[in-house]
């Protein structure tokens, strides 16, 4: 496979997550964070610590009764995404982006391109800055631009989408047809699907992702209520089931990288203790890469049955998280990135949002039947056996498994491979 530039942000953990599963593409094996990498001015490097770290703040304020809600709508409306219907002309830039090609006129993000064009190669990007970036300053090769989320804002389109080159790899339908309605051509808009991590599925056969919804599916439906209905559909997509599964009943709470919800994490520990410490129940608390959440987690849990998912670096994070997906059988988390992770056949159950990509996000997981949104918290320990007992989470998997697009990496390969004058 030819290799091309792989650029992402280290601003929290979607734009890394979805470039993670394509690094063996990378030149010389390695990520560039456009954010901070070797020899970044200092002058760049302030612009993407005052945005990181504004975003940070804004997301863990957000909690505060009354004046952290008014604040994260402010912000939250400059991200904003506009409803999709009517079908209109949304090419005219917004403030945001009008922002952001002010800076590069400022020569922000100079540095880093001149840096790429001694090596000219295709460039794939995950986060749309660097891509814009790359166009500003004359990128002589491919520029492409995977997108992270089921729906986007106008931020993601650049300033003049009709006349820019940036290839767009689409995990949704709702974003190329969103892609269109900013401008972007046609020819630039490829559906590939989310890059989702091939030790989870396997080759294209998918016979590691089968062997484990197998086992999964045992425990999301104990009392044969989706099975007693949908036996043939089950058979046909993995054969037939074991007779009885391996593990209690895993459930992984997954806190975002700006930790905002770690007391969630609590409360859900809290209200399963007495399944926990009985071993009918498995929790999982992920605490990524941030080490005040973890020592947060330490300090409140009590017994065992609950395991803390933390790496100091995020690749190991990601490699761990991943082993650990393959043992899970719910995934409790925000509609981030995440949400296409119910492709895999993991049942999502959906804490709330943050912020205005979340919320589409949310609604492409309802509509989709892929995520049920969670009840109070405080009574998972009654709500959560119900939807066990109907049947309604091995629904989900099962939904999101046949469904959801799984081959998000082949599919972007195969359209990297078609490059010319590599």
């Not at 609590?266 to 005040?292: D, F, T």
């Not at 009590?302 to 994070?317: C, F, N």
């Not at 918290?377 to 056996?385: E, G, K, T």
Request: hydrophobic share 40%.
């Amino acid at each position: 496979m030819k290799k091309v530039w792989l650029v992402s942000v280290n601003m929290g953990y979607g734009h890394q997550r979805a470039i993670e599963p394509i690094k063996d593409l990378a030149i010389k094996g390695k990520i560039i964070q456009a954010n901070n990498y070797q020899g970044i001015p200092q002058k760049d490097r302030k612009i993407w610590q005052k945005t990181r770290r504004f975003y940070e703040f804004i997301s863990r304020f957000r909690k505060f009764p009354l004046l952290g809600q008014l604040v994260f709508s402010f912000f939250d409306a400059f991200q904003n995404i506009s409803g999709f219907y009517p079908k209109r002309d949304l090419t005219k830039s917004n403030f945001s982006l009008n922002q952001i090609y002010s800076l590069f006129k400022k020569a922000w993000g100079k540095d880093l391109i001149e840096k790429l064009k001694k090596k000219p190669c295709p460039l794939l990007t995950t986060f749309f800055i660097p891509a814009f970036m790359a166009e500003f300053f004359n990128y002589p090769k491919d520029i492409f631009c995977v997108v992270c989320d089921t729906d986007i804002a106008r931020t993601w389109a650049p300033l003049n989408p009709k006349l820019s080159k940036i290839k767009y790899l689409t995990p949704t339908e709702r974003v190329v047809e969103r892609l269109k309605l900013y401008g972007v051509k046609k020819e630039n808009i490829f559906l590939t699907g989310y890059p989702l991590p091939q030790e989870i599925i396997g080759a294209k056969k998918m016979e590691i992702l089968k062997k484990d919804l197998k086992e999964r599916l045992l425990n999301l439906d104990p009392k044969k209520r989706y099975f007693q209905y949908y036996e043939p559909l089950i058979k046909k997509h993995l054969g037939n089931l074991p007779k009885k599964s391996n593990r209690v009943l895993t459930i992984m709470f997954s806190v975002g990288g700006a930790g905002a919800q770690k007391k969630l994490g609590i409360k859900i520990m809290k209200s399963l203790a007495k399944k926990i410490k009985a071993n009918k129940v498995k929790l999982i608390l992920s605490a990524g890469i941030r080490k005040e959440v973890k020592e947060y987690f330490e300090r409140k849990i009590k017994g065992k049955g609950v395991e803390i998912l933390y790496k100091e670096k995020i690749q190991d994070y990601f490699k761990a998280f991943n082993q650990a997906l393959r043992k899970t059988d719910i995934l409790y988390t925000k509609p981030s990135e995440l949400s296409f992770y119910s492709g895999l056949g993991l049942p999502i159950i959906i804490a709330p949002c943050i912020g205005s990509q979340e919320e589409f996000n949310k609604r492409w997981l309802l509509k989709s039947g892929f995520g049920i949104l969670q009840k109070n918290p405080d009574y998972i320990n009654q709500w959560l056996f119900d939807w066990l007992d109907q049947g309604y989470l091995a629904e989900a998997a099962m939904q999101g498994f046949i469904e959801g697009k799984k081959m998000g990496v082949f599919n972007i390969k195969k359209i990297i491979s078609k490059c010319p004058g590599f």
